[in-house]
């Protein structure tokens, strides 16, 4: 790893912690440490760093918020790229709106209000990033980022800056392109939303924020939904259904307020955490027949 340390003092990169704890980056609030971690300041500095650590073979992660991934407990022998610093811009012009893959999806409902334009609510309980939402094509509310998503920029496997309408990016139920070509980098997105009322999209927001602070387990690290709903049902009522309700492993639970929750109540390693998530899966599978699928991403396994 010599050969990026030399590369990051070279390019005066200001933000880089060495032996750094996922656990600090992470919602579940669990994972080994990072060889190297890295903030980079600029849109350049990133694709520069993405594309040095792609010519020298070196491994590397983008994480964005967090949100939706469980890396192992052991040491990643790699680089990982924190992009929000340098993908944090946000424009909008008329109904439409460009927006860096750093940018929070929360902060971005909630800004949506001064606009006065309506389409965004669903994002507003959402932990993640822009980048990531397009990644998982994110939803909630029986509404989809496919739903307002125009286009994105990214750089694919090659490095090459691409721009891809998203009628081409296959869109499916928490799945995209992405997910299979793997590119190196999301940047942005262009949406397409409504006009709307100020009042009534806060209202909205509001509502939906104190329904989810009654039912969901906010109060402790999580990753928000753990399981993909199966087709014509809910996955908290077939691991309700299974008994696993406040089922433990080490210091992860199946959440009592809503069981499509795996919490860490205090202490859990990430092994607690898939080991639960996979004793879940079995679980259900014996009572119900349908085999549940993780919502969450596992990372250097």
Excluded at 120 to 148: H, Q, S, V
Excluded at 221 to 230: D, I, L, Q, V
Aim: aromatic share 10%; hydrophobic share 40%.
């Amino acid at each position: 790893m010599d050969l990026v340390k030399d590369y990051l003092r070279s390019q005066q990169f200001f933000k880089v912690y060495y032996d750094e704890p996922l656990a600090k980056h992470t919602t579940f609030r669990v994972g080994g440490r990072a060889k190297i971690l890295v903030f980079p300041e600029t849109k350049q500095k990133l694709i520069d760093l993405i594309t040095f650590l792609k010519t020298n073979k070196i491994p590397f992660k983008v994480l964005g918020n967090g949100s939706n991934i469980l890396p192992s407990d052991n040491d990643y022998e790699g680089v990982i790229i924190k992009p929000h610093l340098a993908l944090n811009n946000m424009q909008v012009i008329d109904e439409y709106v460009n927006v860096d893959a750093g940018y929070s999806l929360v902060r971005l409902a909630y800004e949506m209000i001064k606009y006065e334009l309506t389409g965004l609510e669903f994002l507003g309980g959402i932990p993640g990033t822009i980048g990531g939402a397009c990644f998982m094509n994110a939803g909630a509310y029986n509404r989809e980022m496919k739903d307002c998503l125009i286009e994105v920029h990214y750089l694919d496997q090659d490095g090459n800056l691409t721009v891809s309408n998203a009628k081409d990016l296959q869109f499916g139920y928490r799945s995209s392109i992405f997910q299979k070509e793997r590119p190196l980098l999301i940047i942005k997105a262009l949406l397409k939303l409504e006009r709307g009322n100020g009042k009534e999209i806060k209202e909205l927001l509001e509502k939906r924020r104190n329904r989810r602070l009654l039912t969901q387990p906010l109060d402790y690290p999580s990753a928000g939904s753990t399981f993909r709903n199966p087709e014509g049902t809910h996955a908290y009522m077939l691991i309700d259904k299974a008994g696993l309700r406040g089922k433990r492993i080490g210091g992860a639970m199946v959440s009592e307020k809503h069981c499509n929750f795996i919490i860490n109540v205090g202490g859990a390693s990430s092994r607690d955490i898939r080991d639960l998530i996979e004793f879940v899966i079995e679980e259900v599978y014996k009572v119900t027949k349908i085999t549940l699928v993780p919502e969450v991403e596992f990372f250097n396994w």
